[in-house]
């Protein structure tokens, strides 16, 4: 019943911030309580005039799939075939933009760790650290277009900028602290016989962190992890570009900056309505009639399902899993689940 009324929630909550693309919610003037923004008519007979930029947006967003399978070795302690990298990367993209819960990347440490023997707390604390490393890629680039020709703009975002970079900085920190601490913490706790389940926790938790301990290490992520990055901004500034703003190349890491903050946390069950409503209000924020800003939310988001989810369907194909088992959670979750509470016992490393 709980899940039901959650999943009810979520598309009720969806549809509305999705509605905000299309229409103006009137809750306290007179009059009707939705209002179109532009004639929806004249829209869909205009949609095909803006299909000139969806071609390269969505080859710019496939490639990100082999980028972050290139990506995530840098946080991996022993050497994984590209091609697995990248079929678990690409399940994990077609998770994330077809089914309810963002939860790609929490699928895909399971994978990894279900594949290559490998503790399922370590590999999400890789991927974890290149999640971060992307968002810290992404905050540089977006304080960079600042100072570019379209700068005066994008002034506008400068409090929510400062806000996302402090939330940067200190992500980072208490990332490095947790690589740090975590072993000398649960190595207190094993010289005193308590808390074993949360020594073996904090173990597995500086494992998967261990690449945040050496500041070589993180630069060599950081550096693999600018190839997502620019490859997204620049799809999504070309997007910017062919609904008729100028400069829009150099906004795309600001739009992508406020589609990544708004969908950060996994399991919100409105992310579609949020990718509307955020593509939408950053896109008329920098310029563009409500008209091209709705086409614009609504081409991104066909073009990103088409690129990322096409080429993830052909991975879930090829590894032979059942879509079945991923929509319901099945089999998959349920061995997530006993993974993690079989590791959470496991007596500490000596």
Same mark, same amino acid.
Request: glycine share 10%.
């Given at each position: 019943?709980?899940?039901?009324?959650?999943?009810?929630?979520?598309?009720? +909550?969806?549809?509305?911030?999705?509605?905000?693309?299309?229409?103006? &919610?009137?809750?306290?003037?007179?009059?009707?309580? @939705?209002?179109?923004?532009?004639?929806? /008519?004249?829209?869909?007979?205009?949609?095909?005039?803006?299909?000139? &930029?969806?071609?390269?947006?969505?080859? +710019?967003?496939?490639?990100?799939?082999?980028?972050?399978?290139?990506?995530?070795?840098?946080?991996?302690?022993?050497?994984?075939?590209?091609?697995e990298?990248?079929?678990?990367?690409?399940?994990?993209?077609?998770?994330?933009?077809?089914?309810? /819960?963002?939860?790609?990347?929490?699928l895909?440490?399971?994978? !990894?760790?279900?594949?290559?023997?490998i503790?399922?707390?370590r590999? !999400?604390?890789?991927?974890?650290?290149?999640?971060?490393?992307?968002?810290?890629?992404?905050?540089?680039?977006?304080?960079?277009?600042?100072?570019?020709?379209?700068?005066?703009? @994008?002034?506008?975002f400068? /409090?929510?900028?400062?806000?996302a970079?402090?939330?940067?900085?200190? @992500?980072?920190?208490?990332?490095?602290? +947790?690589?740090h601490?975590?072993?000398?913490?649960?190595?207190?706790?094993?010289?005193?016989?308590?808390?074993?389940?949360?020594?073996?926790?904090?173990?597995?938790v500086?494992?998967?962190?261990?690449?945040?301990?050496?500041?070589?290490? !993180?630069?060599?992520?950081?550096?693999?992890?600018? /190839?997502?990055?620019?490859?997204s901004?620049?799809?999504?500034g070309?997007?910017?570009?062919?609904?008729?703003?100028?400069?829009?190349?150099?906004?795309?890491?600001?739009? +992508?900056?406020?589609?990544?903050?708004?969908?950060?946390?996994?399991?919100?069950?409105?992310?579609?309505?949020?990718?509307?409503?955020?593509?939408?209000?950053?896109?008329?924020?920098?310029?563009?009639?409500?008209?091209?800003?709705?086409?614009?939310?609504?081409?991104?988001?066909?073009?990103?399902?088409?690129?990322?989810?096409?080429?993830?369907?052909?991975?879930?194909?090829?590894?032979?899993?059942?879509?079945?088992?991923?929509?319901?959670?099945?089999?998959?979750?349920?061995?997530?689940?006993?993974?993690?509470?079989?590791?959470?016992?496991?007596?500490?490393?000596?």
């Amino acid at each position: 019943m709980g899940r039901l009324l959650l999943a009810v929630v979520g598309v009720v +909550l969806s549809g509305v911030l999705l509605s905000t693309a299309f229409f103006r &919610w009137n809750l306290r003037a007179p009059g009707p309580l @939705l209002e179109p923004r532009f004639p929806l /008519g004249a829209f869909v007979r205009e949609l095909p005039g803006h299909l000139k &930029w969806l071609l390269p947006f969505v080859l +710019l967003q496939a490639s990100i799939i082999p980028l972050r399978a290139v990506q995530w070795q840098g946080t991996l302690r022993r050497r994984v075939p590209f091609k697995e990298r990248y079929h678990l990367v690409a399940i994990g993209a077609f998770v994330h933009n077809v089914l309810p /819960g963002k939860l790609g990347d929490i699928l895909r440490s399971f994978l !990894l760790s279900r594949t290559e023997r490998i503790p399922f707390l370590r590999c !999400l604390g890789t991927v974890a650290v290149c999640k971060l490393m992307e968002f810290a890629a992404l905050m540089l680039l977006v304080s960079a277009s600042l100072l570019g020709p379209f700068g005066a703009t @994008l002034s506008r975002f400068e /409090g929510q900028l400062k806000v996302a970079v402090s939330l940067c900085v200190g @992500l980072v920190a208490l990332v490095v602290l +947790l690589a740090h601490w975590s072993t000398p913490l649960a190595d207190a706790l094993h010289r005193r016989h308590r808390l074993p389940r949360l020594e073996g926790l904090l173990h597995h938790v500086s494992d998967g962190l261990g690449t945040a301990r050496s500041t070589r290490g !993180l630069a060599r992520v950081f550096f693999f992890s600018t /190839g997502p990055v620019l490859a997204s901004a620049l799809a999504y500034g070309l997007a910017l570009h062919g609904i008729g703003i100028s400069g829009g190349l150099a906004a795309g890491a600001v739009v +992508l900056g406020a589609i990544s903050l708004g969908q950060a946390l996994p399991g919100v069950p409105a992310g579609m309505g949020l990718y509307y409503f955020v593509t939408s209000w950053a896109a008329r924020g920098l310029g563009a009639s409500p008209e091209d800003a709705a086409a614009f939310a609504t081409l991104t988001h066909l073009g990103t399902v088409l690129s990322q989810a096409g080429v993830g369907a052909i991975s879930v194909h090829v590894r032979k899993i059942r879509v079945r088992d991923l929509r319901k959670g099945g089999s998959l979750a349920r061995e997530a689940a006993h993974h993690v509470a079989h590791e959470s016992v496991e007596p500490a490393p000596p």
